[in-house]
């Protein structure tokens, strides 16, 4: 399919059965419309030719036994809707050059031909229509005008067919709808299986086929929800329960002699402990998504981060405001905007904040440093938990590998979307949209 096809073709599954099955049912009516019609005309012919014949038969020979003064009196009462009488002689023309035009001049020929000299010839610019002259017995010319005329059509025939092109349009729509509404609750089931695995159940009846794709769609979500929920209690356990041994090996360190190693152990002992908290923090993300959405000010909070960050002598900016309050969970983008703007900080001296809405009522809150960046082939893979970009595995500056994990898991509770770009000049934008 070209380009062109496509930009007419329609995106969506509905529309397009819509148009496939309307236009058929058009066609096909159109079709057997065109049937319909030709067999009465061809039907309608033979019955008209065959009546010709015994009707002009009857009216020719009606009229030769007229006395001469008492014919032109009779022509009006032997005229008919098609054809007509002259008792003068015809116009000049050719022989009949078309199917009708020949049927109906040997209609003429086998009517009186045997009792009189017929010819018959089609007027000059009139299609089909076709003149017989011939002399009575006392030699005065008669002259039949045929004129072959369509099959009347009753007025209430295109408003039934035009009820007929909305019943067809009305049906087509329906049975779609019919069909593809599953489709789209599927759809919608999908869209809204979101990090906290609370997908609505789709009712599991209807037709056959689609009980059964909702019966199994129910399941894998269960079955989703049950295995990440595992998951993640195993992780906050472990993590919780490695901060007792942490505090006590912590103990025994301080009443360690040696100062150099008391120092190293409780430094080692200080990133398990970071470490574990981490742990926690990600496995408990998902209760981020229980907190119900409420009016925020945005440009109120994100002053308020400012401030914080400022009193703890750090370098950081904010640009444009919203100038409206959103609805949103206001604790999940207070977690993400501090994981990202602390990430900013650990690789770079200043850190701005742009916000700015579009024209679709999106917000977008960029986060602007001057560090390194990172290489294009991870900006995806920075997202997977205890994933970190720095060779060295040094945590003073790579941190847990959790905190954009996070962000992006929390980011989709708010039903926004979180991606990391490099900047032309030099450093990383992490854009947050809501």
Same mark, same amino acid.
């Given at each position: 399919?070209s380009?062109s096809?496509?930009n007419?073709?329609p995106r969506?599954?509905?529309?397009?059965?819509?148009?496939i099955?309307f236009?058929?049912?058009v066609?096909a009516?159109a079709?057997?419309f065109?049937l319909i019609?030709r067999?009465?005309?061809?039907?309608? =012919?033979?019955l008209?030719?065959?009546y010709?014949?015994?009707?002009?038969?009857?009216?020719v020979?009606?009229?030769d036994?007229?006395?001469a003064?008492?014919?032109?009196?009779?022509l009006?009462r032997?005229e008919?809707?098609?054809?007509?009488f002259s008792?003068e002689?015809g116009?000049?023309?050719?022989?009949p050059?078309?199917?009708l035009?020949?049927?109906?001049?040997?209609s003429?020929?086998d009517?009186i031909g045997?009792h009189?000299?017929v010819?018959?010839?089609v007027? *000059?610019?009139?299609?089909d229509?076709v003149?017989?002259?011939?002399?009575?017995?006392?030699?005065?010319?008669? =002259?039949?005008?045929m004129?072959?005329?369509?099959? *009347?059509i009753?007025g209430?025939?295109p408003v039934v067919?035009l009820? !007929?092109?909305?019943l067809?349009?009305?049906v087509?729509?329906?049975?779609v709808?019919?069909?593809?509404?599953?489709?789209?609750?599927?759809?919608?089931a999908?869209?809204t &299986?979101?990090?906290d695995?609370?997908?609505? =159940?789709?009712?599991e009846?209807g037709?056959?086929?689609?009980?059964?794709a909702?019966?199994?769609? @129910?399941?894998?979500q269960g079955r989703?929800?049950h295995?990440m929920?595992?998951?993640?209690?195993?992780l906050a356990?472990?993590s919780h329960?490695l901060q007792?041994p942490?505090?006590r090996?912590?103990?025994?360190?301080d009443?360690?002699?040696?100062s150099? !190693?008391?120092e190293? &152990?409780n430094?080692?002992?200080?990133?398990m402990?970071?470490?574990?908290?981490?742990?926690?923090?990600y496995?408990r993300?998902l209760?981020?998504t229980?907190?119900?959405?409420?009016?925020?000010?945005?440009?109120a +909070?994100?002053?308020?981060?400012?401030?914080?960050y400022?009193?703890a002598? !750090?370098?950081l900016?904010l640009h444009g405001?919203?100038?409206?309050?959103i609805v949103?969970? *206001?604790?999940a983008l207070?977690?993400?905007?501090?994981? +990202?703007?602390d990430n900013?900080l650990?690789?770079? =001296?200043?850190v701005d904040?742009?916000v700015?809405e579009?024209n679709d009522?999106?917000?977008?809150?960029?986060v602007?440093?001057?560090?390194?960046g990172i290489?294009?082939?991870?900006?995806?893979a920075?997202? !997977? *938990?205890f994933?970190r970009v720095?060779?060295?595995?040094n945590?003073?500056?790579?941190?847990?590998?959790l905190?954009?994990a996070i962000?992006?898991?929390l980011?989709q509770?708010m039903?926004a979307?979180l991606?990391?770009h @490099?900047r032309?000049?030099?450093?990383?934008?992490?854009r947050l949209v809501?």
């Amino acid at each position: 399919m070209s380009t062109s096809d496509k930009n007419w073709w329609p995106r969506t599954l509905f529309m397009r059965l819509t148009l496939i099955l309307f236009v058929g049912l058009v066609v096909a009516h159109a079709l057997s419309f065109w049937l319909i019609m030709r067999e009465r005309t061809e039907a309608t =012919t033979g019955l008209m030719l065959g009546y010709l014949q015994q009707d002009v038969a009857s009216s020719v020979a009606l009229l030769d036994r007229l006395p001469a003064a008492e014919r032109a009196a009779w022509l009006p009462r032997l005229e008919r809707r098609t054809y007509s009488f002259s008792l003068e002689p015809g116009m000049a023309g050719r022989a009949p050059d078309t199917k009708l035009s020949s049927m109906i001049a040997a209609s003429f020929l086998d009517a009186i031909g045997s009792h009189y000299r017929v010819t018959a010839h089609v007027v *000059p610019g009139q299609k089909d229509r076709v003149q017989a002259q011939l002399e009575l017995s006392d030699g005065m010319p008669l =002259t039949i005008d045929m004129r072959p005329a369509g099959l *009347p059509i009753s007025g209430w025939l295109p408003v039934v067919l035009l009820l !007929q092109l909305v019943l067809l349009a009305g049906v087509t729509w329906l049975g779609v709808r019919l069909a593809t509404r599953p489709l789209v609750q599927l759809a919608n089931a999908a869209d809204t &299986l979101g990090p906290d695995l609370r997908a609505s =159940t789709l009712p599991e009846d209807g037709p056959l086929e689609v009980a059964r794709a909702a019966k199994a769609f @129910n399941a894998m979500q269960g079955r989703i929800s049950h295995y990440m929920a595992e998951r993640m209690q195993i992780l906050a356990a472990i993590s919780h329960d490695l901060q007792t041994p942490i505090t006590r090996m912590r103990m025994r360190a301080d009443m360690l002699d040696d100062s150099e !190693q008391r120092e190293k &152990l409780n430094h080692d002992l200080k990133e398990m402990e970071v470490l574990v908290k981490e742990g926690v923090a990600y496995a408990r993300t998902l209760h981020g998504t229980s907190e119900p959405p409420i009016a925020v000010d945005p440009d109120a +909070l994100l002053e308020s981060l400012g401030f914080d960050y400022t009193d703890a002598g !750090q370098k950081l900016e904010l640009h444009g405001k919203v100038g409206h309050s959103i609805v949103t969970r *206001p604790n999940a983008l207070r977690r993400v905007l501090i994981n +990202l703007i602390d990430n900013a900080l650990k690789f770079s =001296t200043q850190v701005d904040v742009h916000v700015s809405e579009g024209n679709d009522g999106r917000i977008t809150i960029q986060v602007l440093d001057n560090g390194p960046g990172i290489p294009e082939s991870e900006l995806e893979a920075v997202f !997977q *938990p205890f994933y970190r970009v720095e060779a060295s595995r040094n945590r003073d500056t790579g941190g847990t590998g959790l905190g954009l994990a996070i962000a992006r898991q929390l980011a989709q509770a708010m039903n926004a979307s979180l991606s990391l770009h @490099n900047r032309a000049d030099g450093g990383l934008e992490a854009r947050l949209v809501l």
